[in-house]
């Protein structure tokens, strides 16, 4: 039975090619984009899974307070002090990032930048396991002079050979030996590493607080309880029974598998993913493929007067409703197949603007999880064959034979209905689709014409590597001011779109002051930066005391106010010599943090980054000046940025989603057409004796059309009205998570009822106007 319906199933299809190439293709679309995203979102929650101890291992943050933030590091002697009181934990892993610089790796002739060095416990491969290509795991990094590099960082220098026993130089001071090469996990993880060595015993203790750190628990052991026990265990320790402000500190942990997806931590050098993407391109590329179902549903129902005699005659022949049930589900499920073939095509086709768009890499054909991904797909296709084929099915074998063989093909209200509410399903989507664009496009565009407090353009940034360079940098910025096309130097630590900053807590006039950022900043700073005083003054080398002087921002003033603070003393007796106005540092998402910027001093961090001012008709040559003379003073390869370049990265996931956006709301747009298109057909096709009739009585083309269209503006204005309050609630809370956001205003309500009215109208009129101008003899006897 099931070979004679594929058969005629397949000669069905053949013989309405372009019905079934228009029907397979609309599907082919909503899945192709429905698998990109699936692709997308298993790469986000991969992350770690490679780790066999995965399930084991937590990440360790803290804190400091009820309401304060949480911060991801933490005491050098932390995790040894809970490992000894809390017998659920195996063990621990610490890491630091080594110095906080990147640093130049030299081998003979080759050298390359790195930025990812990490300084581990010589345990931590126990915590994660990587697989070693040459060298051993228990042994590579023992002493502090080893080194354990990632294959493509030792394939740059040593190619395919064995490197083990050869010699690194860092910073062209520092020789270090290679005791082994890892391979590179198959799926991405969170810390970022191009190689380990060994942690310096220096920094233990409970004073250096830049430690990330991991705990591994025994098998068996709960999340929660752990962490309760850890507390626990936390308020035990001596010194944190005799500080009444340690007792408030509380210790966070989160699964390694979730800490990129879910970390909240502040002061996180690790990869940080953004979960509200990740749901929002899920949901709306189910939306598009749920669009491609009803599309599809909507275009076998137009054809179901064409097979109206056939159902009618196979009945009369003796079939059952459950064998034609089945048969049409077979056709269905051919079509599926197909389109599913063809989306594959589609995805991968597209998947190099997706990878260029999202700045990641996948394919179909080299997918790490191909069981995975095959599960997925098979689980969504049966969904699709029964929501697409399944109305279908049911609708086109419902068919009474008495009454089609006499010529009656109406279905009755019940059927009418049920086409309605789909096609009102797709313009609902469509509109949704359409406002939310609008509004993303808004935000983008607010976001980059934005006031960001301080002048971006033309300034050069680049990175001081040798302490002498900045212990002695008047000499090199005078050079520097004496190249044409300079007109500013100075020096910052933390410039505007690096996220994480040092924090601190003070008082001040008795109250306390906490999460106050602080920024290590050169004499002429604000001014290179355009970033004037709106009270008081900046700093000025003409003062002696400046360099012990502290600048703060707007927000410190509004949030701990600080009214007449100008000439008080803060932070280490530092005198409040002026405000400035508030810059965006770490994003929109975030109103501007109080800030205190001070000069430089050997308490505070190194300012080791250099900003050039550049005037506007600067040349080539004016950059290669500064390479040449910055390579003169440190022997390092000269690598800068331009600032305004660097502060895009602050917004370029919304540019992303703006893009994506275009995408989904051209094809969900263009499937509704589809969609329209075929029950105006189907419309059309059931009332063409009734436009006959109307054309012998007298009517006109044009109330042949206005009467066709008012059916169909009926269903899109009940659209409108439903999607209008969706998109406003999906808009409002999407915006609710920017600091500095547009606001929502109706013309994009207005712009997504008049396109979807408009494509409405021109759809139907299309299709009606056939019909509607031929001659009445013509339509009578239609059926």
């Not at 995790?79 to 610490?94: F, H, N, S, W």
């Not at 005699?309 to 079939?319: M, N, Q, S």
């Not at 992303?656 to 189907?682: C, E, Q």
Request: a positive charge; glycine letters at 6%; proline letters at 4%.
């Amino acid at each position: 039975m099931f070979r004679l319906n594929l058969k005629i199933a397949l000669r069905n299809l053949w013989k309405t090619k372009g019905y079934t190439l228009l029907n397979i293709f609309g599907l082919s679309i909503g899945l192709a984009g429905f698998i990109i995203i699936l692709l997308y979102a298993n790469l986000e929650k991969s992350y770690d899974t490679w780790n066999p101890e995965a399930k084991n291992v937590y990440r360790l943050s803290i804190k400091w307070g009820p309401d304060q933030d949480e911060y991801s590091s933490s005491p050098a002697e932390l995790a040894p002090a809970l490992k000894e009181m809390t017998p659920e934990i195996e063990d621990y892993g610490r890491y630091y990032v080594w110095d906080s610089y990147q640093r130049l790796l030299t081998a003979g002739s080759k050298e390359m930048y790195v930025d990812h060095i990490l300084g581990v416990d010589s345990n931590w491969f126990n915590l994660f396991p990587y697989k070693f290509i040459y060298g051993d795991a228990k042994s590579s990094i023992l002493s502090n002079n080893q080194i354990v590099l990632s294959q493509p960082v030792s394939e740059k220098f040593f190619g395919k050979t064995n490197p083990v026993g050869q010699s690194l130089v860092v910073n062209a001071d520092k020789r270090y030996t290679v005791s082994g090469v890892y391979e590179l996990p198959n799926t991405p993880e969170h810390i970022e590493a191009e190689g380990f060595v060994k942690k310096s015993s220096k920094g233990d203790g409970w004073g250096n607080g830049n430690f990330y750190t991991y705990l591994k628990a025994k098998p068996g052991t709960d999340g929660k309880m752990l962490s309760h026990k850890l507390n626990a265990a936390f308020q035990k320790l001596p010194m944190v029974r005799k500080d009444t402000n340690m007792q408030k500190v509380q210790l966070i942990t989160l699964p390694v598998t979730d800490v990129y997806l879910h970390a909240t931590s502040l002061q996180d050098p690790v990869k940080r993913g953004n979960p509200a993407m990740v749901t929002i391109l899920v949901l709306f590329s189910s939306l598009l493929l749920i669009i491609a179902c009803i599309n599809f549903t909507n275009l076998a129902i137009a054809q179901s007067v064409k097979r109206a005699k056939e159902t009618g005659i196979r009945k009369v022949l003796g079939a059952v409703r459950s064998n034609l049930i089945t048969y049409f589900l077979t056709e269905t499920t051919i079509q599926c197949l197909l389109a599913l073939l063809l989306a594959f095509v589609f995805a991968e086709v597209s998947l190099p603007m997706m990878n260029r768009l999202m700045d990641i890499n996948l394919s179909i054909f080299t997918y790490s999880n191909p069981g995975q991904l095959i599960l997925q797909v098979g689980l969504v296709m049966l969904l699709v064959i029964v929501l697409s084929g399944g109305y279908a099915a049911f609708f086109l074998s419902s068919y009474e034979p008495v009454k089609v063989l006499k010529g009656n093909f109406s279905r009755g209200n019940g059927s009418l209905w049920m086409r309605k509410v789909l096609i009102s399903v797709q313009f609902v989507v469509a509109i949704v689709f359409i406002i939310s664009l609008i509004v993303i496009k808004q935000q983008v565009s607010y976001i980059k014409n934005q006031d960001v407090g301080f002048k971006k353009d033309h300034l050069l940034v680049f990175k001081i590597r040798k302490a002498d360079t900045r212990r002695n940098f008047q000499p090199v910025k005078d050079r520097l001011l004496k190249i044409d096309g300079v007109t500013g130097v100075s020096r910052v630590n933390y410039y505007p779109g690096v996220k994480d900053m040092q924090v601190v807590g003070r008082e001040f006039n008795g109250q306390p002051i906490e999460n106050m950022s602080v920024v290590t900043v050169g004499f002429d700073y604000f001014e290179v930066m355009g970033m004037p005083p709106i009270a008081g003054r900046v700093f000025s080398n003409q003062f002696k005391t400046d360099s012990t002087s502290v600048v703060v921002n707007e927000a410190a003033v509004k949030k701990y106010g600080l009214q007449n603070l100008i000439g008080k003393k803060w932070f280490d007796d530092r005198i409040i010599v002026g405000v400035v106005k508030d810059h965006i540092q770490k994003g929109m998402e975030l109103a501007a943090e109080p800030t205190a910027f001070m000069i430089e001093s050997k308490n505070s961090n190194a300012a080791n980054q250099v900003v050039l001012k550049l005037n506007a008709e600067h040349t080539q040559a004016t950059i290669e000046e500064v390479k040449k003379l910055w390579e003169s003073v440190e022997p390092f390869p000269f690598q800068y940025t331009w600032l305004d370049q660097s502060f895009a990265n602050v917004y370029v996931q919304y540019i992303r989603l703006d893009k994506i956006f275009n995408v989904f709301t051209y094809v969900t747009l263009a499937l509704a057409i589809l969609g329209l298109f075929a029950l105006a057909s189907f419309t059309v096709q059931e009332r063409t004796k009734e436009i006959g009739v109307r054309k012998v009585l007298g009517a006109e083309t044009r109330d042949i059309l206005k009467m066709i269209n008012s059916t169909f503006l009926i269903l899109v204005l009940v659209a409108n009205l439903i999607a209008i309050p969706i998109a406003y609630i999906l808009a409002s809370t999407w915006l609710s998570g920017f600091a500095y956001r547009s606001s929502i205003t109706i013309w994009p309500f207005l712009a997504a009822a008049f396109v979807s009215v408009l494509v409405t109208v021109l759809t139907v009129s299309v299709q009606t106007y056939k019909t509607a101008n031929a001659k009445p003899v013509d339509a009578l006897k239609y059926e």
